[in-house]
């Protein structure tokens, strides 16, 4: 390697660390992973009346277990769980009714195909929510819930609390996924990773910025401020549906989204194949479709992920002192911004060093991502694509 090249790969990893100390000390301090929910008290007797919906399509390996742990909600009020069933063919809609305590609360919709410019899950919610106003006129909230999510007992009781205590329009949680197969430990922690540095936490729960972002497997909303909104109408072929119900409601009014460790997914990923599947489906739509982002973004990705270990290693090799003091620098801000997410997840900080090879995927699967779109087979999810 000439001198030249070296001054050049010098200049791009003094560049990573400069990258990382922004990240580190101005990003909204997204690495903490401490916007969490707790128990909390609300002293109203006045308890709201909810309606929680789950759109579902061929869950039948989970949706037993999400519908049992919501209708056990020791929630004080009154709610109700509806289920919009969207031409599931695996008997979804049977398991959920043979649920503990379903023949009181929980009603089964038979979903109808979505109209052109939905999306499949956004026209399931918005059937269940025109049902929840037959069923529940009176009810103050709105519980979107994943088919796949396994709430914990007070869930409901924490999430009204947060709302009403705070006047908050619009209360979301992420929930713990799924990390116990090699992939699973590789991918799914910076996953989340990524998503708290593209939305950092604290600036969605700030009225004052304007990032908004929500988890969809479980996000509760006020009724009255989802109709200001324009109901779900008004992101009907939104991709994104979760950020994109968040952007709406925080146009008017004030939300919050934390970090659980109780509330939990259940579905498991069978191999590289589900987690590429998840990722692809929407990667290219969040660079809004353009190529100059993807470009951008995969450069970012190599400065600030690949970068700094192949100049720490290429350093010690070369002799060149001040590259390998560079890349080191940026190889530990990288593992202790890492850190707290891994501890979420019970993986030892020293999984820190993999966050590079996690990147590459995440770089492989975006660009896939772009091809799916540009061959019109974009935002493919249990058979159905979504492409603009």
């Given at each position: 390697?000439?001198?030249?090249?070296?001054?050049?790969?010098?200049?791009?990893?003094?560049?990573?660390?400069?990258?990382?100390?922004?990240?580190?000390?101005?990003?909204?301090?997204?690495?903490?992973?401490?916007?969490?929910?707790?128990?909390?008290?609300?002293?109203?007797?006045?308890?709201?009346?909810?309606?929680?919906?789950?759109?579902?399509?061929?869950?039948?390996?989970?949706?037993?277990?999400?519908?049992?742990?919501?209708?056990?909600?020791?929630?004080?009020?009154?709610?109700?769980?509806?289920?919009?069933?969207?031409?599931?063919?695996?008997?979804?809609?049977?398991?959920?009714?043979?649920?503990?305590?379903?023949?009181?609360?929980?009603?089964?919709?038979?979903?109808?195909?979505?109209?052109?410019?939905?999306?499949?899950?956004?026209?399931?919610?918005?059937?269940?929510?025109?049902?929840?106003?037959?069923?529940?006129?009176?009810?103050?909230?709105?519980?979107?819930?994943?088919?796949?999510?396994?709430?914990?007992?007070?869930?409901?009781?924490?999430?009204?609390?947060?709302?009403?205590?705070?006047?908050?329009?619009?209360?979301?949680?992420?929930?713990?996924?799924?990390?116990?197969?090699?992939?699973?430990?590789?991918?799914?922690?910076a996953f989340v990773y990524f998503f708290q540095k593209l939305y950092p936490f604290a600036w969605v729960n700030d009225p004052a910025n304007s990032t908004a972002a929500a988890a969809g497997g479980c996000t509760l909303v006020r009724r009255d401020?989802?109709?200001?909104?324009?109901?779900?109408?008004?992101?009907?072929?939104?991709?994104?549906?979760?950020?994109?119900?968040?952007?709406?409601?925080?146009?008017?009014?004030?939300?919050?989204?934390?970090?659980?460790?109780?509330?939990?997914?259940?579905?498991?990923?069978?191999?590289?194949?589900?987690?590429?599947?998840?990722?692809?489906?929407?990667?290219?739509?969040?660079?809004?479709?353009?190529?100059?982002?993807?470009?951008?973004?995969?450069?970012?990705?190599?400065?600030?992920?690949?970068?700094?270990?192949?100049?720490?290693?290429?350093?010690?090799?070369?002799?060149?002192?001040?590259?390998?003091?560079?890349?080191?620098?940026?190889?530990?801000?990288?593992?202790?911004?890492?850190?707290?997410?891994?501890?979420?997840?019970?993986?030892?900080?020293?999984?820190?060093?993999?966050?590079?090879?996690?990147?590459?995927?995440?770089?492989?699967?975006?660009?896939?991502?772009?091809?799916?779109?540009?061959?019109?087979r974009g935002g493919q999810w249990k058979g159905r694509f979504h492409s603009q």
């Amino acid at each position: 390697m000439t001198l030249s090249t070296i001054q050049v790969v010098t200049s791009v990893t003094a560049l990573s660390v400069a990258i990382w100390l922004y990240l580190i000390f101005f990003r909204g301090g997204f690495w903490r992973a401490d916007q969490r929910l707790g128990q909390r008290t609300n002293n109203d007797d006045a308890w709201p009346d909810i309606a929680v919906i789950i759109p579902a399509r061929d869950e039948a390996p989970v949706i037993g277990q999400t519908v049992s742990a919501l209708l056990a909600q020791d929630y004080p009020g009154r709610f109700a769980v509806l289920l919009v069933d969207d031409a599931s063919s695996d008997g979804t809609a049977q398991i959920a009714r043979t649920a503990p305590g379903a023949e009181q609360r929980l009603t089964v919709i038979s979903g109808s195909p979505p109209p052109k410019c939905w999306t499949g899950k956004l026209w399931a919610l918005a059937t269940g929510v025109e049902r929840a106003a037959e069923l529940l006129p009176d009810a103050g909230y709105i519980l979107f819930s994943d088919a796949d999510i396994e709430h914990h007992p007070a869930t409901l009781r924490d999430l009204v609390t947060k709302a009403e205590t705070e006047r908050l329009d619009l209360v979301s949680l992420m929930a713990l996924l799924a990390c116990r197969t090699k992939w699973e430990r590789l991918l799914v922690p910076a996953f989340v990773y990524f998503f708290q540095k593209l939305y950092p936490f604290a600036w969605v729960n700030d009225p004052a910025n304007s990032t908004a972002a929500a988890a969809g497997g479980c996000t509760l909303v006020r009724r009255d401020a989802l109709a200001r909104a324009g109901g779900i109408a008004a992101i009907s072929d939104a991709l994104i549906d979760d950020c994109a119900l968040a952007r709406l409601i925080k146009r008017q009014g004030m939300i919050w989204l934390g970090l659980s460790e109780t509330t939990r997914s259940i579905r498991g990923h069978d191999g590289l194949g589900d987690i590429w599947a998840m990722v692809a489906r929407t990667a290219f739509f969040q660079l809004r479709y353009s190529g100059i982002l993807l470009v951008a973004s995969m450069a970012g990705m190599l400065v600030i992920y690949i970068a700094p270990p192949l100049a720490l290693a290429g350093g010690l090799v070369m002799g060149s002192g001040p590259l390998a003091g560079l890349g080191l620098a940026a190889c530990l801000l990288m593992a202790a911004a890492y850190g707290p997410t891994l501890g979420l997840y019970g993986q030892p900080r020293a999984a820190s060093a993999m966050l590079p090879v996690a990147a590459l995927f995440y770089m492989a699967m975006t660009f896939d991502s772009a091809l799916r779109h540009w061959r019109g087979r974009g935002g493919q999810w249990k058979g159905r694509f979504h492409s603009q």
